[in-house]
C-alpha cells in the first residue's frame, strides 16, 4: 500500500504571488553561444562563439561583428532553439545541466535563481518567458531537470506537500495521485514561452490586438511585442484560474524578472500602461536583474501595494 502523502492544508492562509522569469542570465547563466563572425587586425572574417553577455556589449558594433555569412541570425541563434533533426544535442538541456553543476560546484547563481527555487518549493505558478526559441515542452523539461538538480530532498517533498495543499484547497481534491502525477499537474498549470519558436509567433500572429500591432512594429520593437503578449497571456491565465477557484477576494501580486534593461522598460511601460488598468486588482512588480553586484536584482517598478513581503 503507497503511504498516505502529506498535505500542507497550510497554504490556504497565503496571500496569492505568481511570477514570470526571463531565463538566462536570470534564473541561470547560461554557457550557450551565439556564433557570428568577427573582423580581426588582419581585415579577415573569422568565426567566433560569443556568450550572451559578451553579445549584448557588442552586438551594435556592426564593423566588427557580423551573423555567419550563410545562414544569417538564423546561423548565429541555431543553438537557441530546439534541434531540427532527430539525434542532434539540445543545447538547451545540456546548457541548463552545465549551468546547474557550476552553481553545485559554488558559482555564485543568477539574480532570480533563489527565487526561482523558493516559487517551486512554495508551489507557486509561475511562467518562463524568453527570447529563445525552444518548444513549451522543452522548457518545462528544464524545468524539471532543475528541480531534480537544484532543489534538495527536503525541499521537493516540501514542493510535493505544498501542491497537495493547493490541489485539496482550490481544486477540492481528497485523493492525490503519485508524487510524479501530481508534478505533471503543476507545471501544467504553468507556462513556458520562447517567443522566437514558431508555434508561438503563430499564436502571436492570430490575436486580433497584437496582429494589428506587429503589422506597425519595427524589427527591433519586435521582441519587446512578443514579451507583452507572453505576459498578457500569463496574467489572463492566473486571472481565469482565481475566477474558476474563487480566490479573487485574495491579495494578488503578480512579479517579472529580467536582466535586458530594454525589457524591463518595455514591460514596465505595458504595466502601467495596460495590465493595471485592466486588472485593477492585482499588484505588478517589476525587477531589473541587469546588474550582477546586485544579488536580487533592483525593483523598478510597482503598480498597486508599494511594500510586498517576498519581492
Not at 547560461?30 to 549584448?56: C, D, Q, R, Y
Not at 513549451?136 to 510535493?160: D, H, K, Q, W, Y
Not at 481544486?171 to 508534478?183: P, R, S, W
Request: aromatic share 12%.
Amino acid at each position: 500500500m503507497r503511504p498516505i502523502p502529506y498535505v500542507n492544508e497550510e497554504v490556504c492562509n497565503r496571500d496569492f504571488k505568481y511570477y514570470i522569469f526571463d531565463w538566462d542570465d536570470n534564473i541561470l547563466h547560461m554557457p550557450t553561444k551565439i556564433l557570428m563572425e568577427h573582423l580581426n587586425e588582419k581585415g579577415e572574417w573569422v568565426p567566433v562563439s560569443l556568450s550572451t553577455s559578451t553579445f549584448a556589449l557588442v552586438r551594435a558594433d556592426t564593423d566588427h561583428y557580423r551573423p555567419p555569412t550563410e545562414g544569417g541570425w538564423t546561423a548565429a541563434f541555431r543553438n537557441f532553439a530546439d534541434p531540427k533533426h532527430e539525434g542532434e544535442p539540445n543545447h538547451f538541456i545540456e546548457d541548463t545541466m552545465a549551468a546547474l553543476a557550476r552553481v553545485s560546484a559554488g558559482e555564485r547563481p543568477s539574480p532570480s535563481y533563489n527565487t526561482f527555487k523558493k516559487t517551486l518549493v512554495e508551489g507557486r505558478i509561475f511562467a518562463i518567458v524568453t527570447a529563445r526559441g525552444h518548444a513549451p515542452e522543452t522548457i518545462e523539461a528544464a524545468v524539471r531537470i532543475f528541480i531534480e538538480n537544484a532543489l534538495s530532498p527536503l525541499e521537493r517533498e516540501t514542493m510535493m506537500s505544498n501542491l497537495r495543499g493547493y490541489r485539496k484547497w482550490l481544486d477540492k481534491v481528497e485523493t492525490f495521485g503519485t508524487d510524479a502525477e501530481e508534478l505533471d499537474y503543476y507545471l501544467g498549470m504553468c507556462r513556458y514561452a520562447a517567443v522566437t519558436y514558431d508555434g508561438f509567433k503563430a499564436r502571436m500572429a492570430e490575436d486580433p490586438i497584437y496582429k494589428e500591432k506587429l503589422a506597425t512594429a519595427t524589427t527591433a520593437s519586435r521582441p519587446e511585442l512578443a514579451k507583452e503578449f507572453a505576459i498578457r497571456d500569463f496574467v489572463e491565465h492566473v486571472f481565469h484560474m482565481l475566477q474558476r477557484t474563487g480566490g479573487l477576494d485574495r491579495s494578488v501580486a503578480i512579479g517579472f524578472s529580467d536582466d535586458d534593461k530594454g525589457n524591463v522598460k518595455s514591460v514596465s511601460n505595458y504595466i502601467k500602461a495596460e495590465l493595471s488598468r485592466r486588472f485593477d486588482g492585482i499588484k505588478f512588480v517589476v525587477y531589473d536583474t541587469s546588474d550582477r553586484t546586485l544579488s536580487k536584482g533592483r525593483k523598478v517598478c510597482v503598480s498597486g501595494q508599494m511594500n510586498l513581503p517576498g519581492f
